[in-house]
């Protein structure tokens, strides 16, 4: 059945079909339909199943053999006030989604991007983005991606992002899995600063049962007075394992950045933490900050005097210091 489903988004849709669609994505996500200010796009598989856009926003896409095409253009100046939307999303329980995605921020735009990435039933679906982000002089972006998995831990992500961040450009992301099991991770998100740019990355994730996640995250401050900040938070539990590798490399002067990473370990699980600063010019400046520890004892007592088994007190606690 789930077979089927997969082969019937692939071909042509009828706009009652692509609206159902739309109404099970935005369902798993918890999430109501948009007023008519606020920009949105839904993917399910490799279909853009809808769209709405608003002025001096472009958003233009091409079906591929084995995923789609999606080109993202903010014009020069404009400044949306609401967040676009976005929802990639596979609802059967298997099935493979395959985005490539190039986004340009121009001169002086300004935009926040909510994405949520829904897998709710997932036994067997991969989910492979390839992304590139360019922010033209002055322009900024915050971009804030939300997954929402299943219990089973069948997701398989490959998220790979790269973004150049032009003179005094801004670009902020986070990443957010603390629902669900996260099945397998491969993070990759590499940043180029120009001068006078910033860089602010901000991962969150919860890693249960069996599930293995690798991230890299790194910073180039290839122009003057830019600004590099990598952020991992990382719990885990039973026998997850996690693997951060976090990178910053300085080569001009009065540039400045930080890597930290913190991770909560439980039960059989492991972490390595590997963060790496490379200065070049004598005039940078970067530091670095990683911990690896378990959840506070004296927390985890008085939750569980209010009731909680061990594992809710240690996963109420864990959320909170993710959220």
């Given at each position: 059945m789930a077979d089927r489903e997969i082969q019937a988004v692939r071909k042509e849709l009828t706009q009652e079909e692509k609206d159902a669609l739309v109404r099970e994505l935005l369902n798993s996500i918890h999430a109501h339909h948009y007023g008519p200010d606020t920009a949105h796009i839904e993917v399910h598989g490799n279909k853009v199943v809808g769209t709405h856009l608003v002025p001096g926003?472009?958003?233009?896409?091409?079906?591929?053999?084995?995923?789609?095409?999606?080109?993202?253009?903010?014009?020069?100046?404009?400044?949306?006030?609401?967040?676009?939307h976005f929802c990639f999303g596979?609802?059967?329980?298997?099935?493979?989604?395959?985005?490539?995605?190039?986004t340009v921020i121009e001169k002086g735009a300004s935009?926040?991007?909510?994405?949520?990435?829904?897998?709710?039933?997932?036994?067997?679906?991969?989910?492979?983005?390839?992304?590139?982000?360019?922010?033209?002089?002055?322009?900024?972006?915050?971009?804030?991606?939300?997954?929402?998995?299943?219990?089973?831990?069948?997701?398989?992500?490959?998220?790979?992002?790269?973004?150049?961040?032009?003179?005094?450009?801004r670009f902020h992301t986070e990443f957010e899995l603390i629902k669900g099991?996260?099945?397998?991770?491969?993070?990759?998100?590499?940043?180029?600063?120009?001068?006078?740019?910033?860089?602010?990355?901000?991962?969150?994730?919860?890693?249960?049962s069996s599930d293995r996640i690798?991230?890299?995250?790194?910073?180039?401050?290839?122009?003057?007075?830019?600004?590099?900040?990598?952020?991992?938070?990382?719990?885990l539990k039973d026998r997850a394992e996690a693997q951060i590798d976090n990178e910053i490399v300085a080569d001009a002067p009065w540039s400045r950045g930080h890597v930290d990473c913190k991770e909560i370990v439980q039960g059989e699980a492991k972490a390595r933490a590997v963060p790496i600063v490379q200065v070049n010019d004598h005039r940078a400046h970067v530091t670095h900050e990683a911990a690896i520890g378990s959840v506070d004892s004296r927390q985890l007592e008085t939750l569980m005097s209010r009731g909680l088994t061990e594992d809710e007190a240690t996963d109420m606690i864990i959320e909170g210091l993710l959220s």
């Open positions: 926003l472009e958003v233009t896409s091409q079906e591929l053999d084995d995923g789609v095409e999606v080109h993202i253009r903010l014009r020069s100046g404009v400044q949306l006030a609401q967040p676009v596979v609802i059967p329980d298997h099935g493979t989604q395959r985005i490539i995605s190039h935009a926040k991007f909510m994405a949520h990435c829904t897998f709710p039933n997932a036994v067997e679906v991969t989910h492979v983005m390839q992304a590139d982000i360019e922010l033209e002089s002055g322009a900024s972006l915050d971009y804030f991606e939300r997954h929402i998995h299943g219990p089973e831990g069948g997701v398989r992500l490959e998220p790979v992002t790269r973004v150049h961040v032009g003179e005094g450009a099991n996260a099945g397998t991770i491969e993070l990759d998100y590499q940043a180029e600063c120009d001068a006078d740019a910033v860089v602010d990355m901000m991962t969150r994730i919860f890693g249960r690798h991230i890299r995250e790194a910073a180039h401050l290839a122009g003057e007075r830019s600004v590099g900040v990598l952020t991992s938070h990382i719990a």
